[in-house]
C-alpha cells in the first residue's frame, strides 16, 4: 500500500485547509485509515481516523474544528481543517491500517501545516 499525502501550507489563524491522502497498491487490505501530526519534540498524534464502515474519532483538541472523511472512488483520505490555530502548526501524516493488523504500519510522507499571521 502506498499513500500520497498533499495540501499543507501556510495559513493564518481562524482559516481553513483540507488534506488529501491517496491510497493505492493492495488497498482492499486496510481496514482503517488515520491522519497524524509531530512537533519537533512532541509525541506524535493522532488527530483522526475513520474505519471501512464510516466510524470516526478525534483527538480532543480538534473536535469541532476538524472533520475526516473518504472518498471510496478516489481511494482517497480527506482531513478539512478548520478554525486552525498557531498549536495547530506541524507535519501532518496519513497512515493504514491492514485488516490483520491493530497498528497503522503504512505511512505516507508528512505535509506540513504551518499556523501564523
Known amino acids: 500500500v502506498q499513500l500520497q499525502a498533499s495540501g499543507g501550507g501556510l495559513v493564518q489563524p481562524g482559516g481553513s485547509l483540507r488534506l488529501s491522502c491517496a491510497a493505492s497498491?493492495?488497498?482492499?487490505?486496510?481496514?482503517?485509515m488515520a491522519w497524524y501530526r509531530q512537533t519537533p519534540g512532541k509525541q506524535r498524534e493522532l488527530v483522526a481516523a475513520?474505519?471501512?464502515?464510516?466510524?470516526?474519532n478525534y483527538a480532543e483538541s480538534v473536535k469541532g474544528r476538524f472533520a475526516i472523511s473518504r472518498d471510496n472512488a478516489k481511494n482517497t483520505v480527506y482531513l478539512q481543517m478548520n478554525s486552525l490555530e498557531p498549536e495547530d502548526t506541524a507535519i501532518y501524516s496519513c497512515a493504514a491500517k491492514p485488516l490483520y493488523s491493530a497498528e497503522y504500519t503504512y505511512w505516507g510522507q508528512g505535509t506540513l501545516v504551518t499556523v501564523s499571521s
Open positions: 475513520i474505519t471501512n464502515g464510516g466510524s470516526t
Open positions: 497498491g493492495s488497498i482492499f487490505s486496510i481496514n482503517a
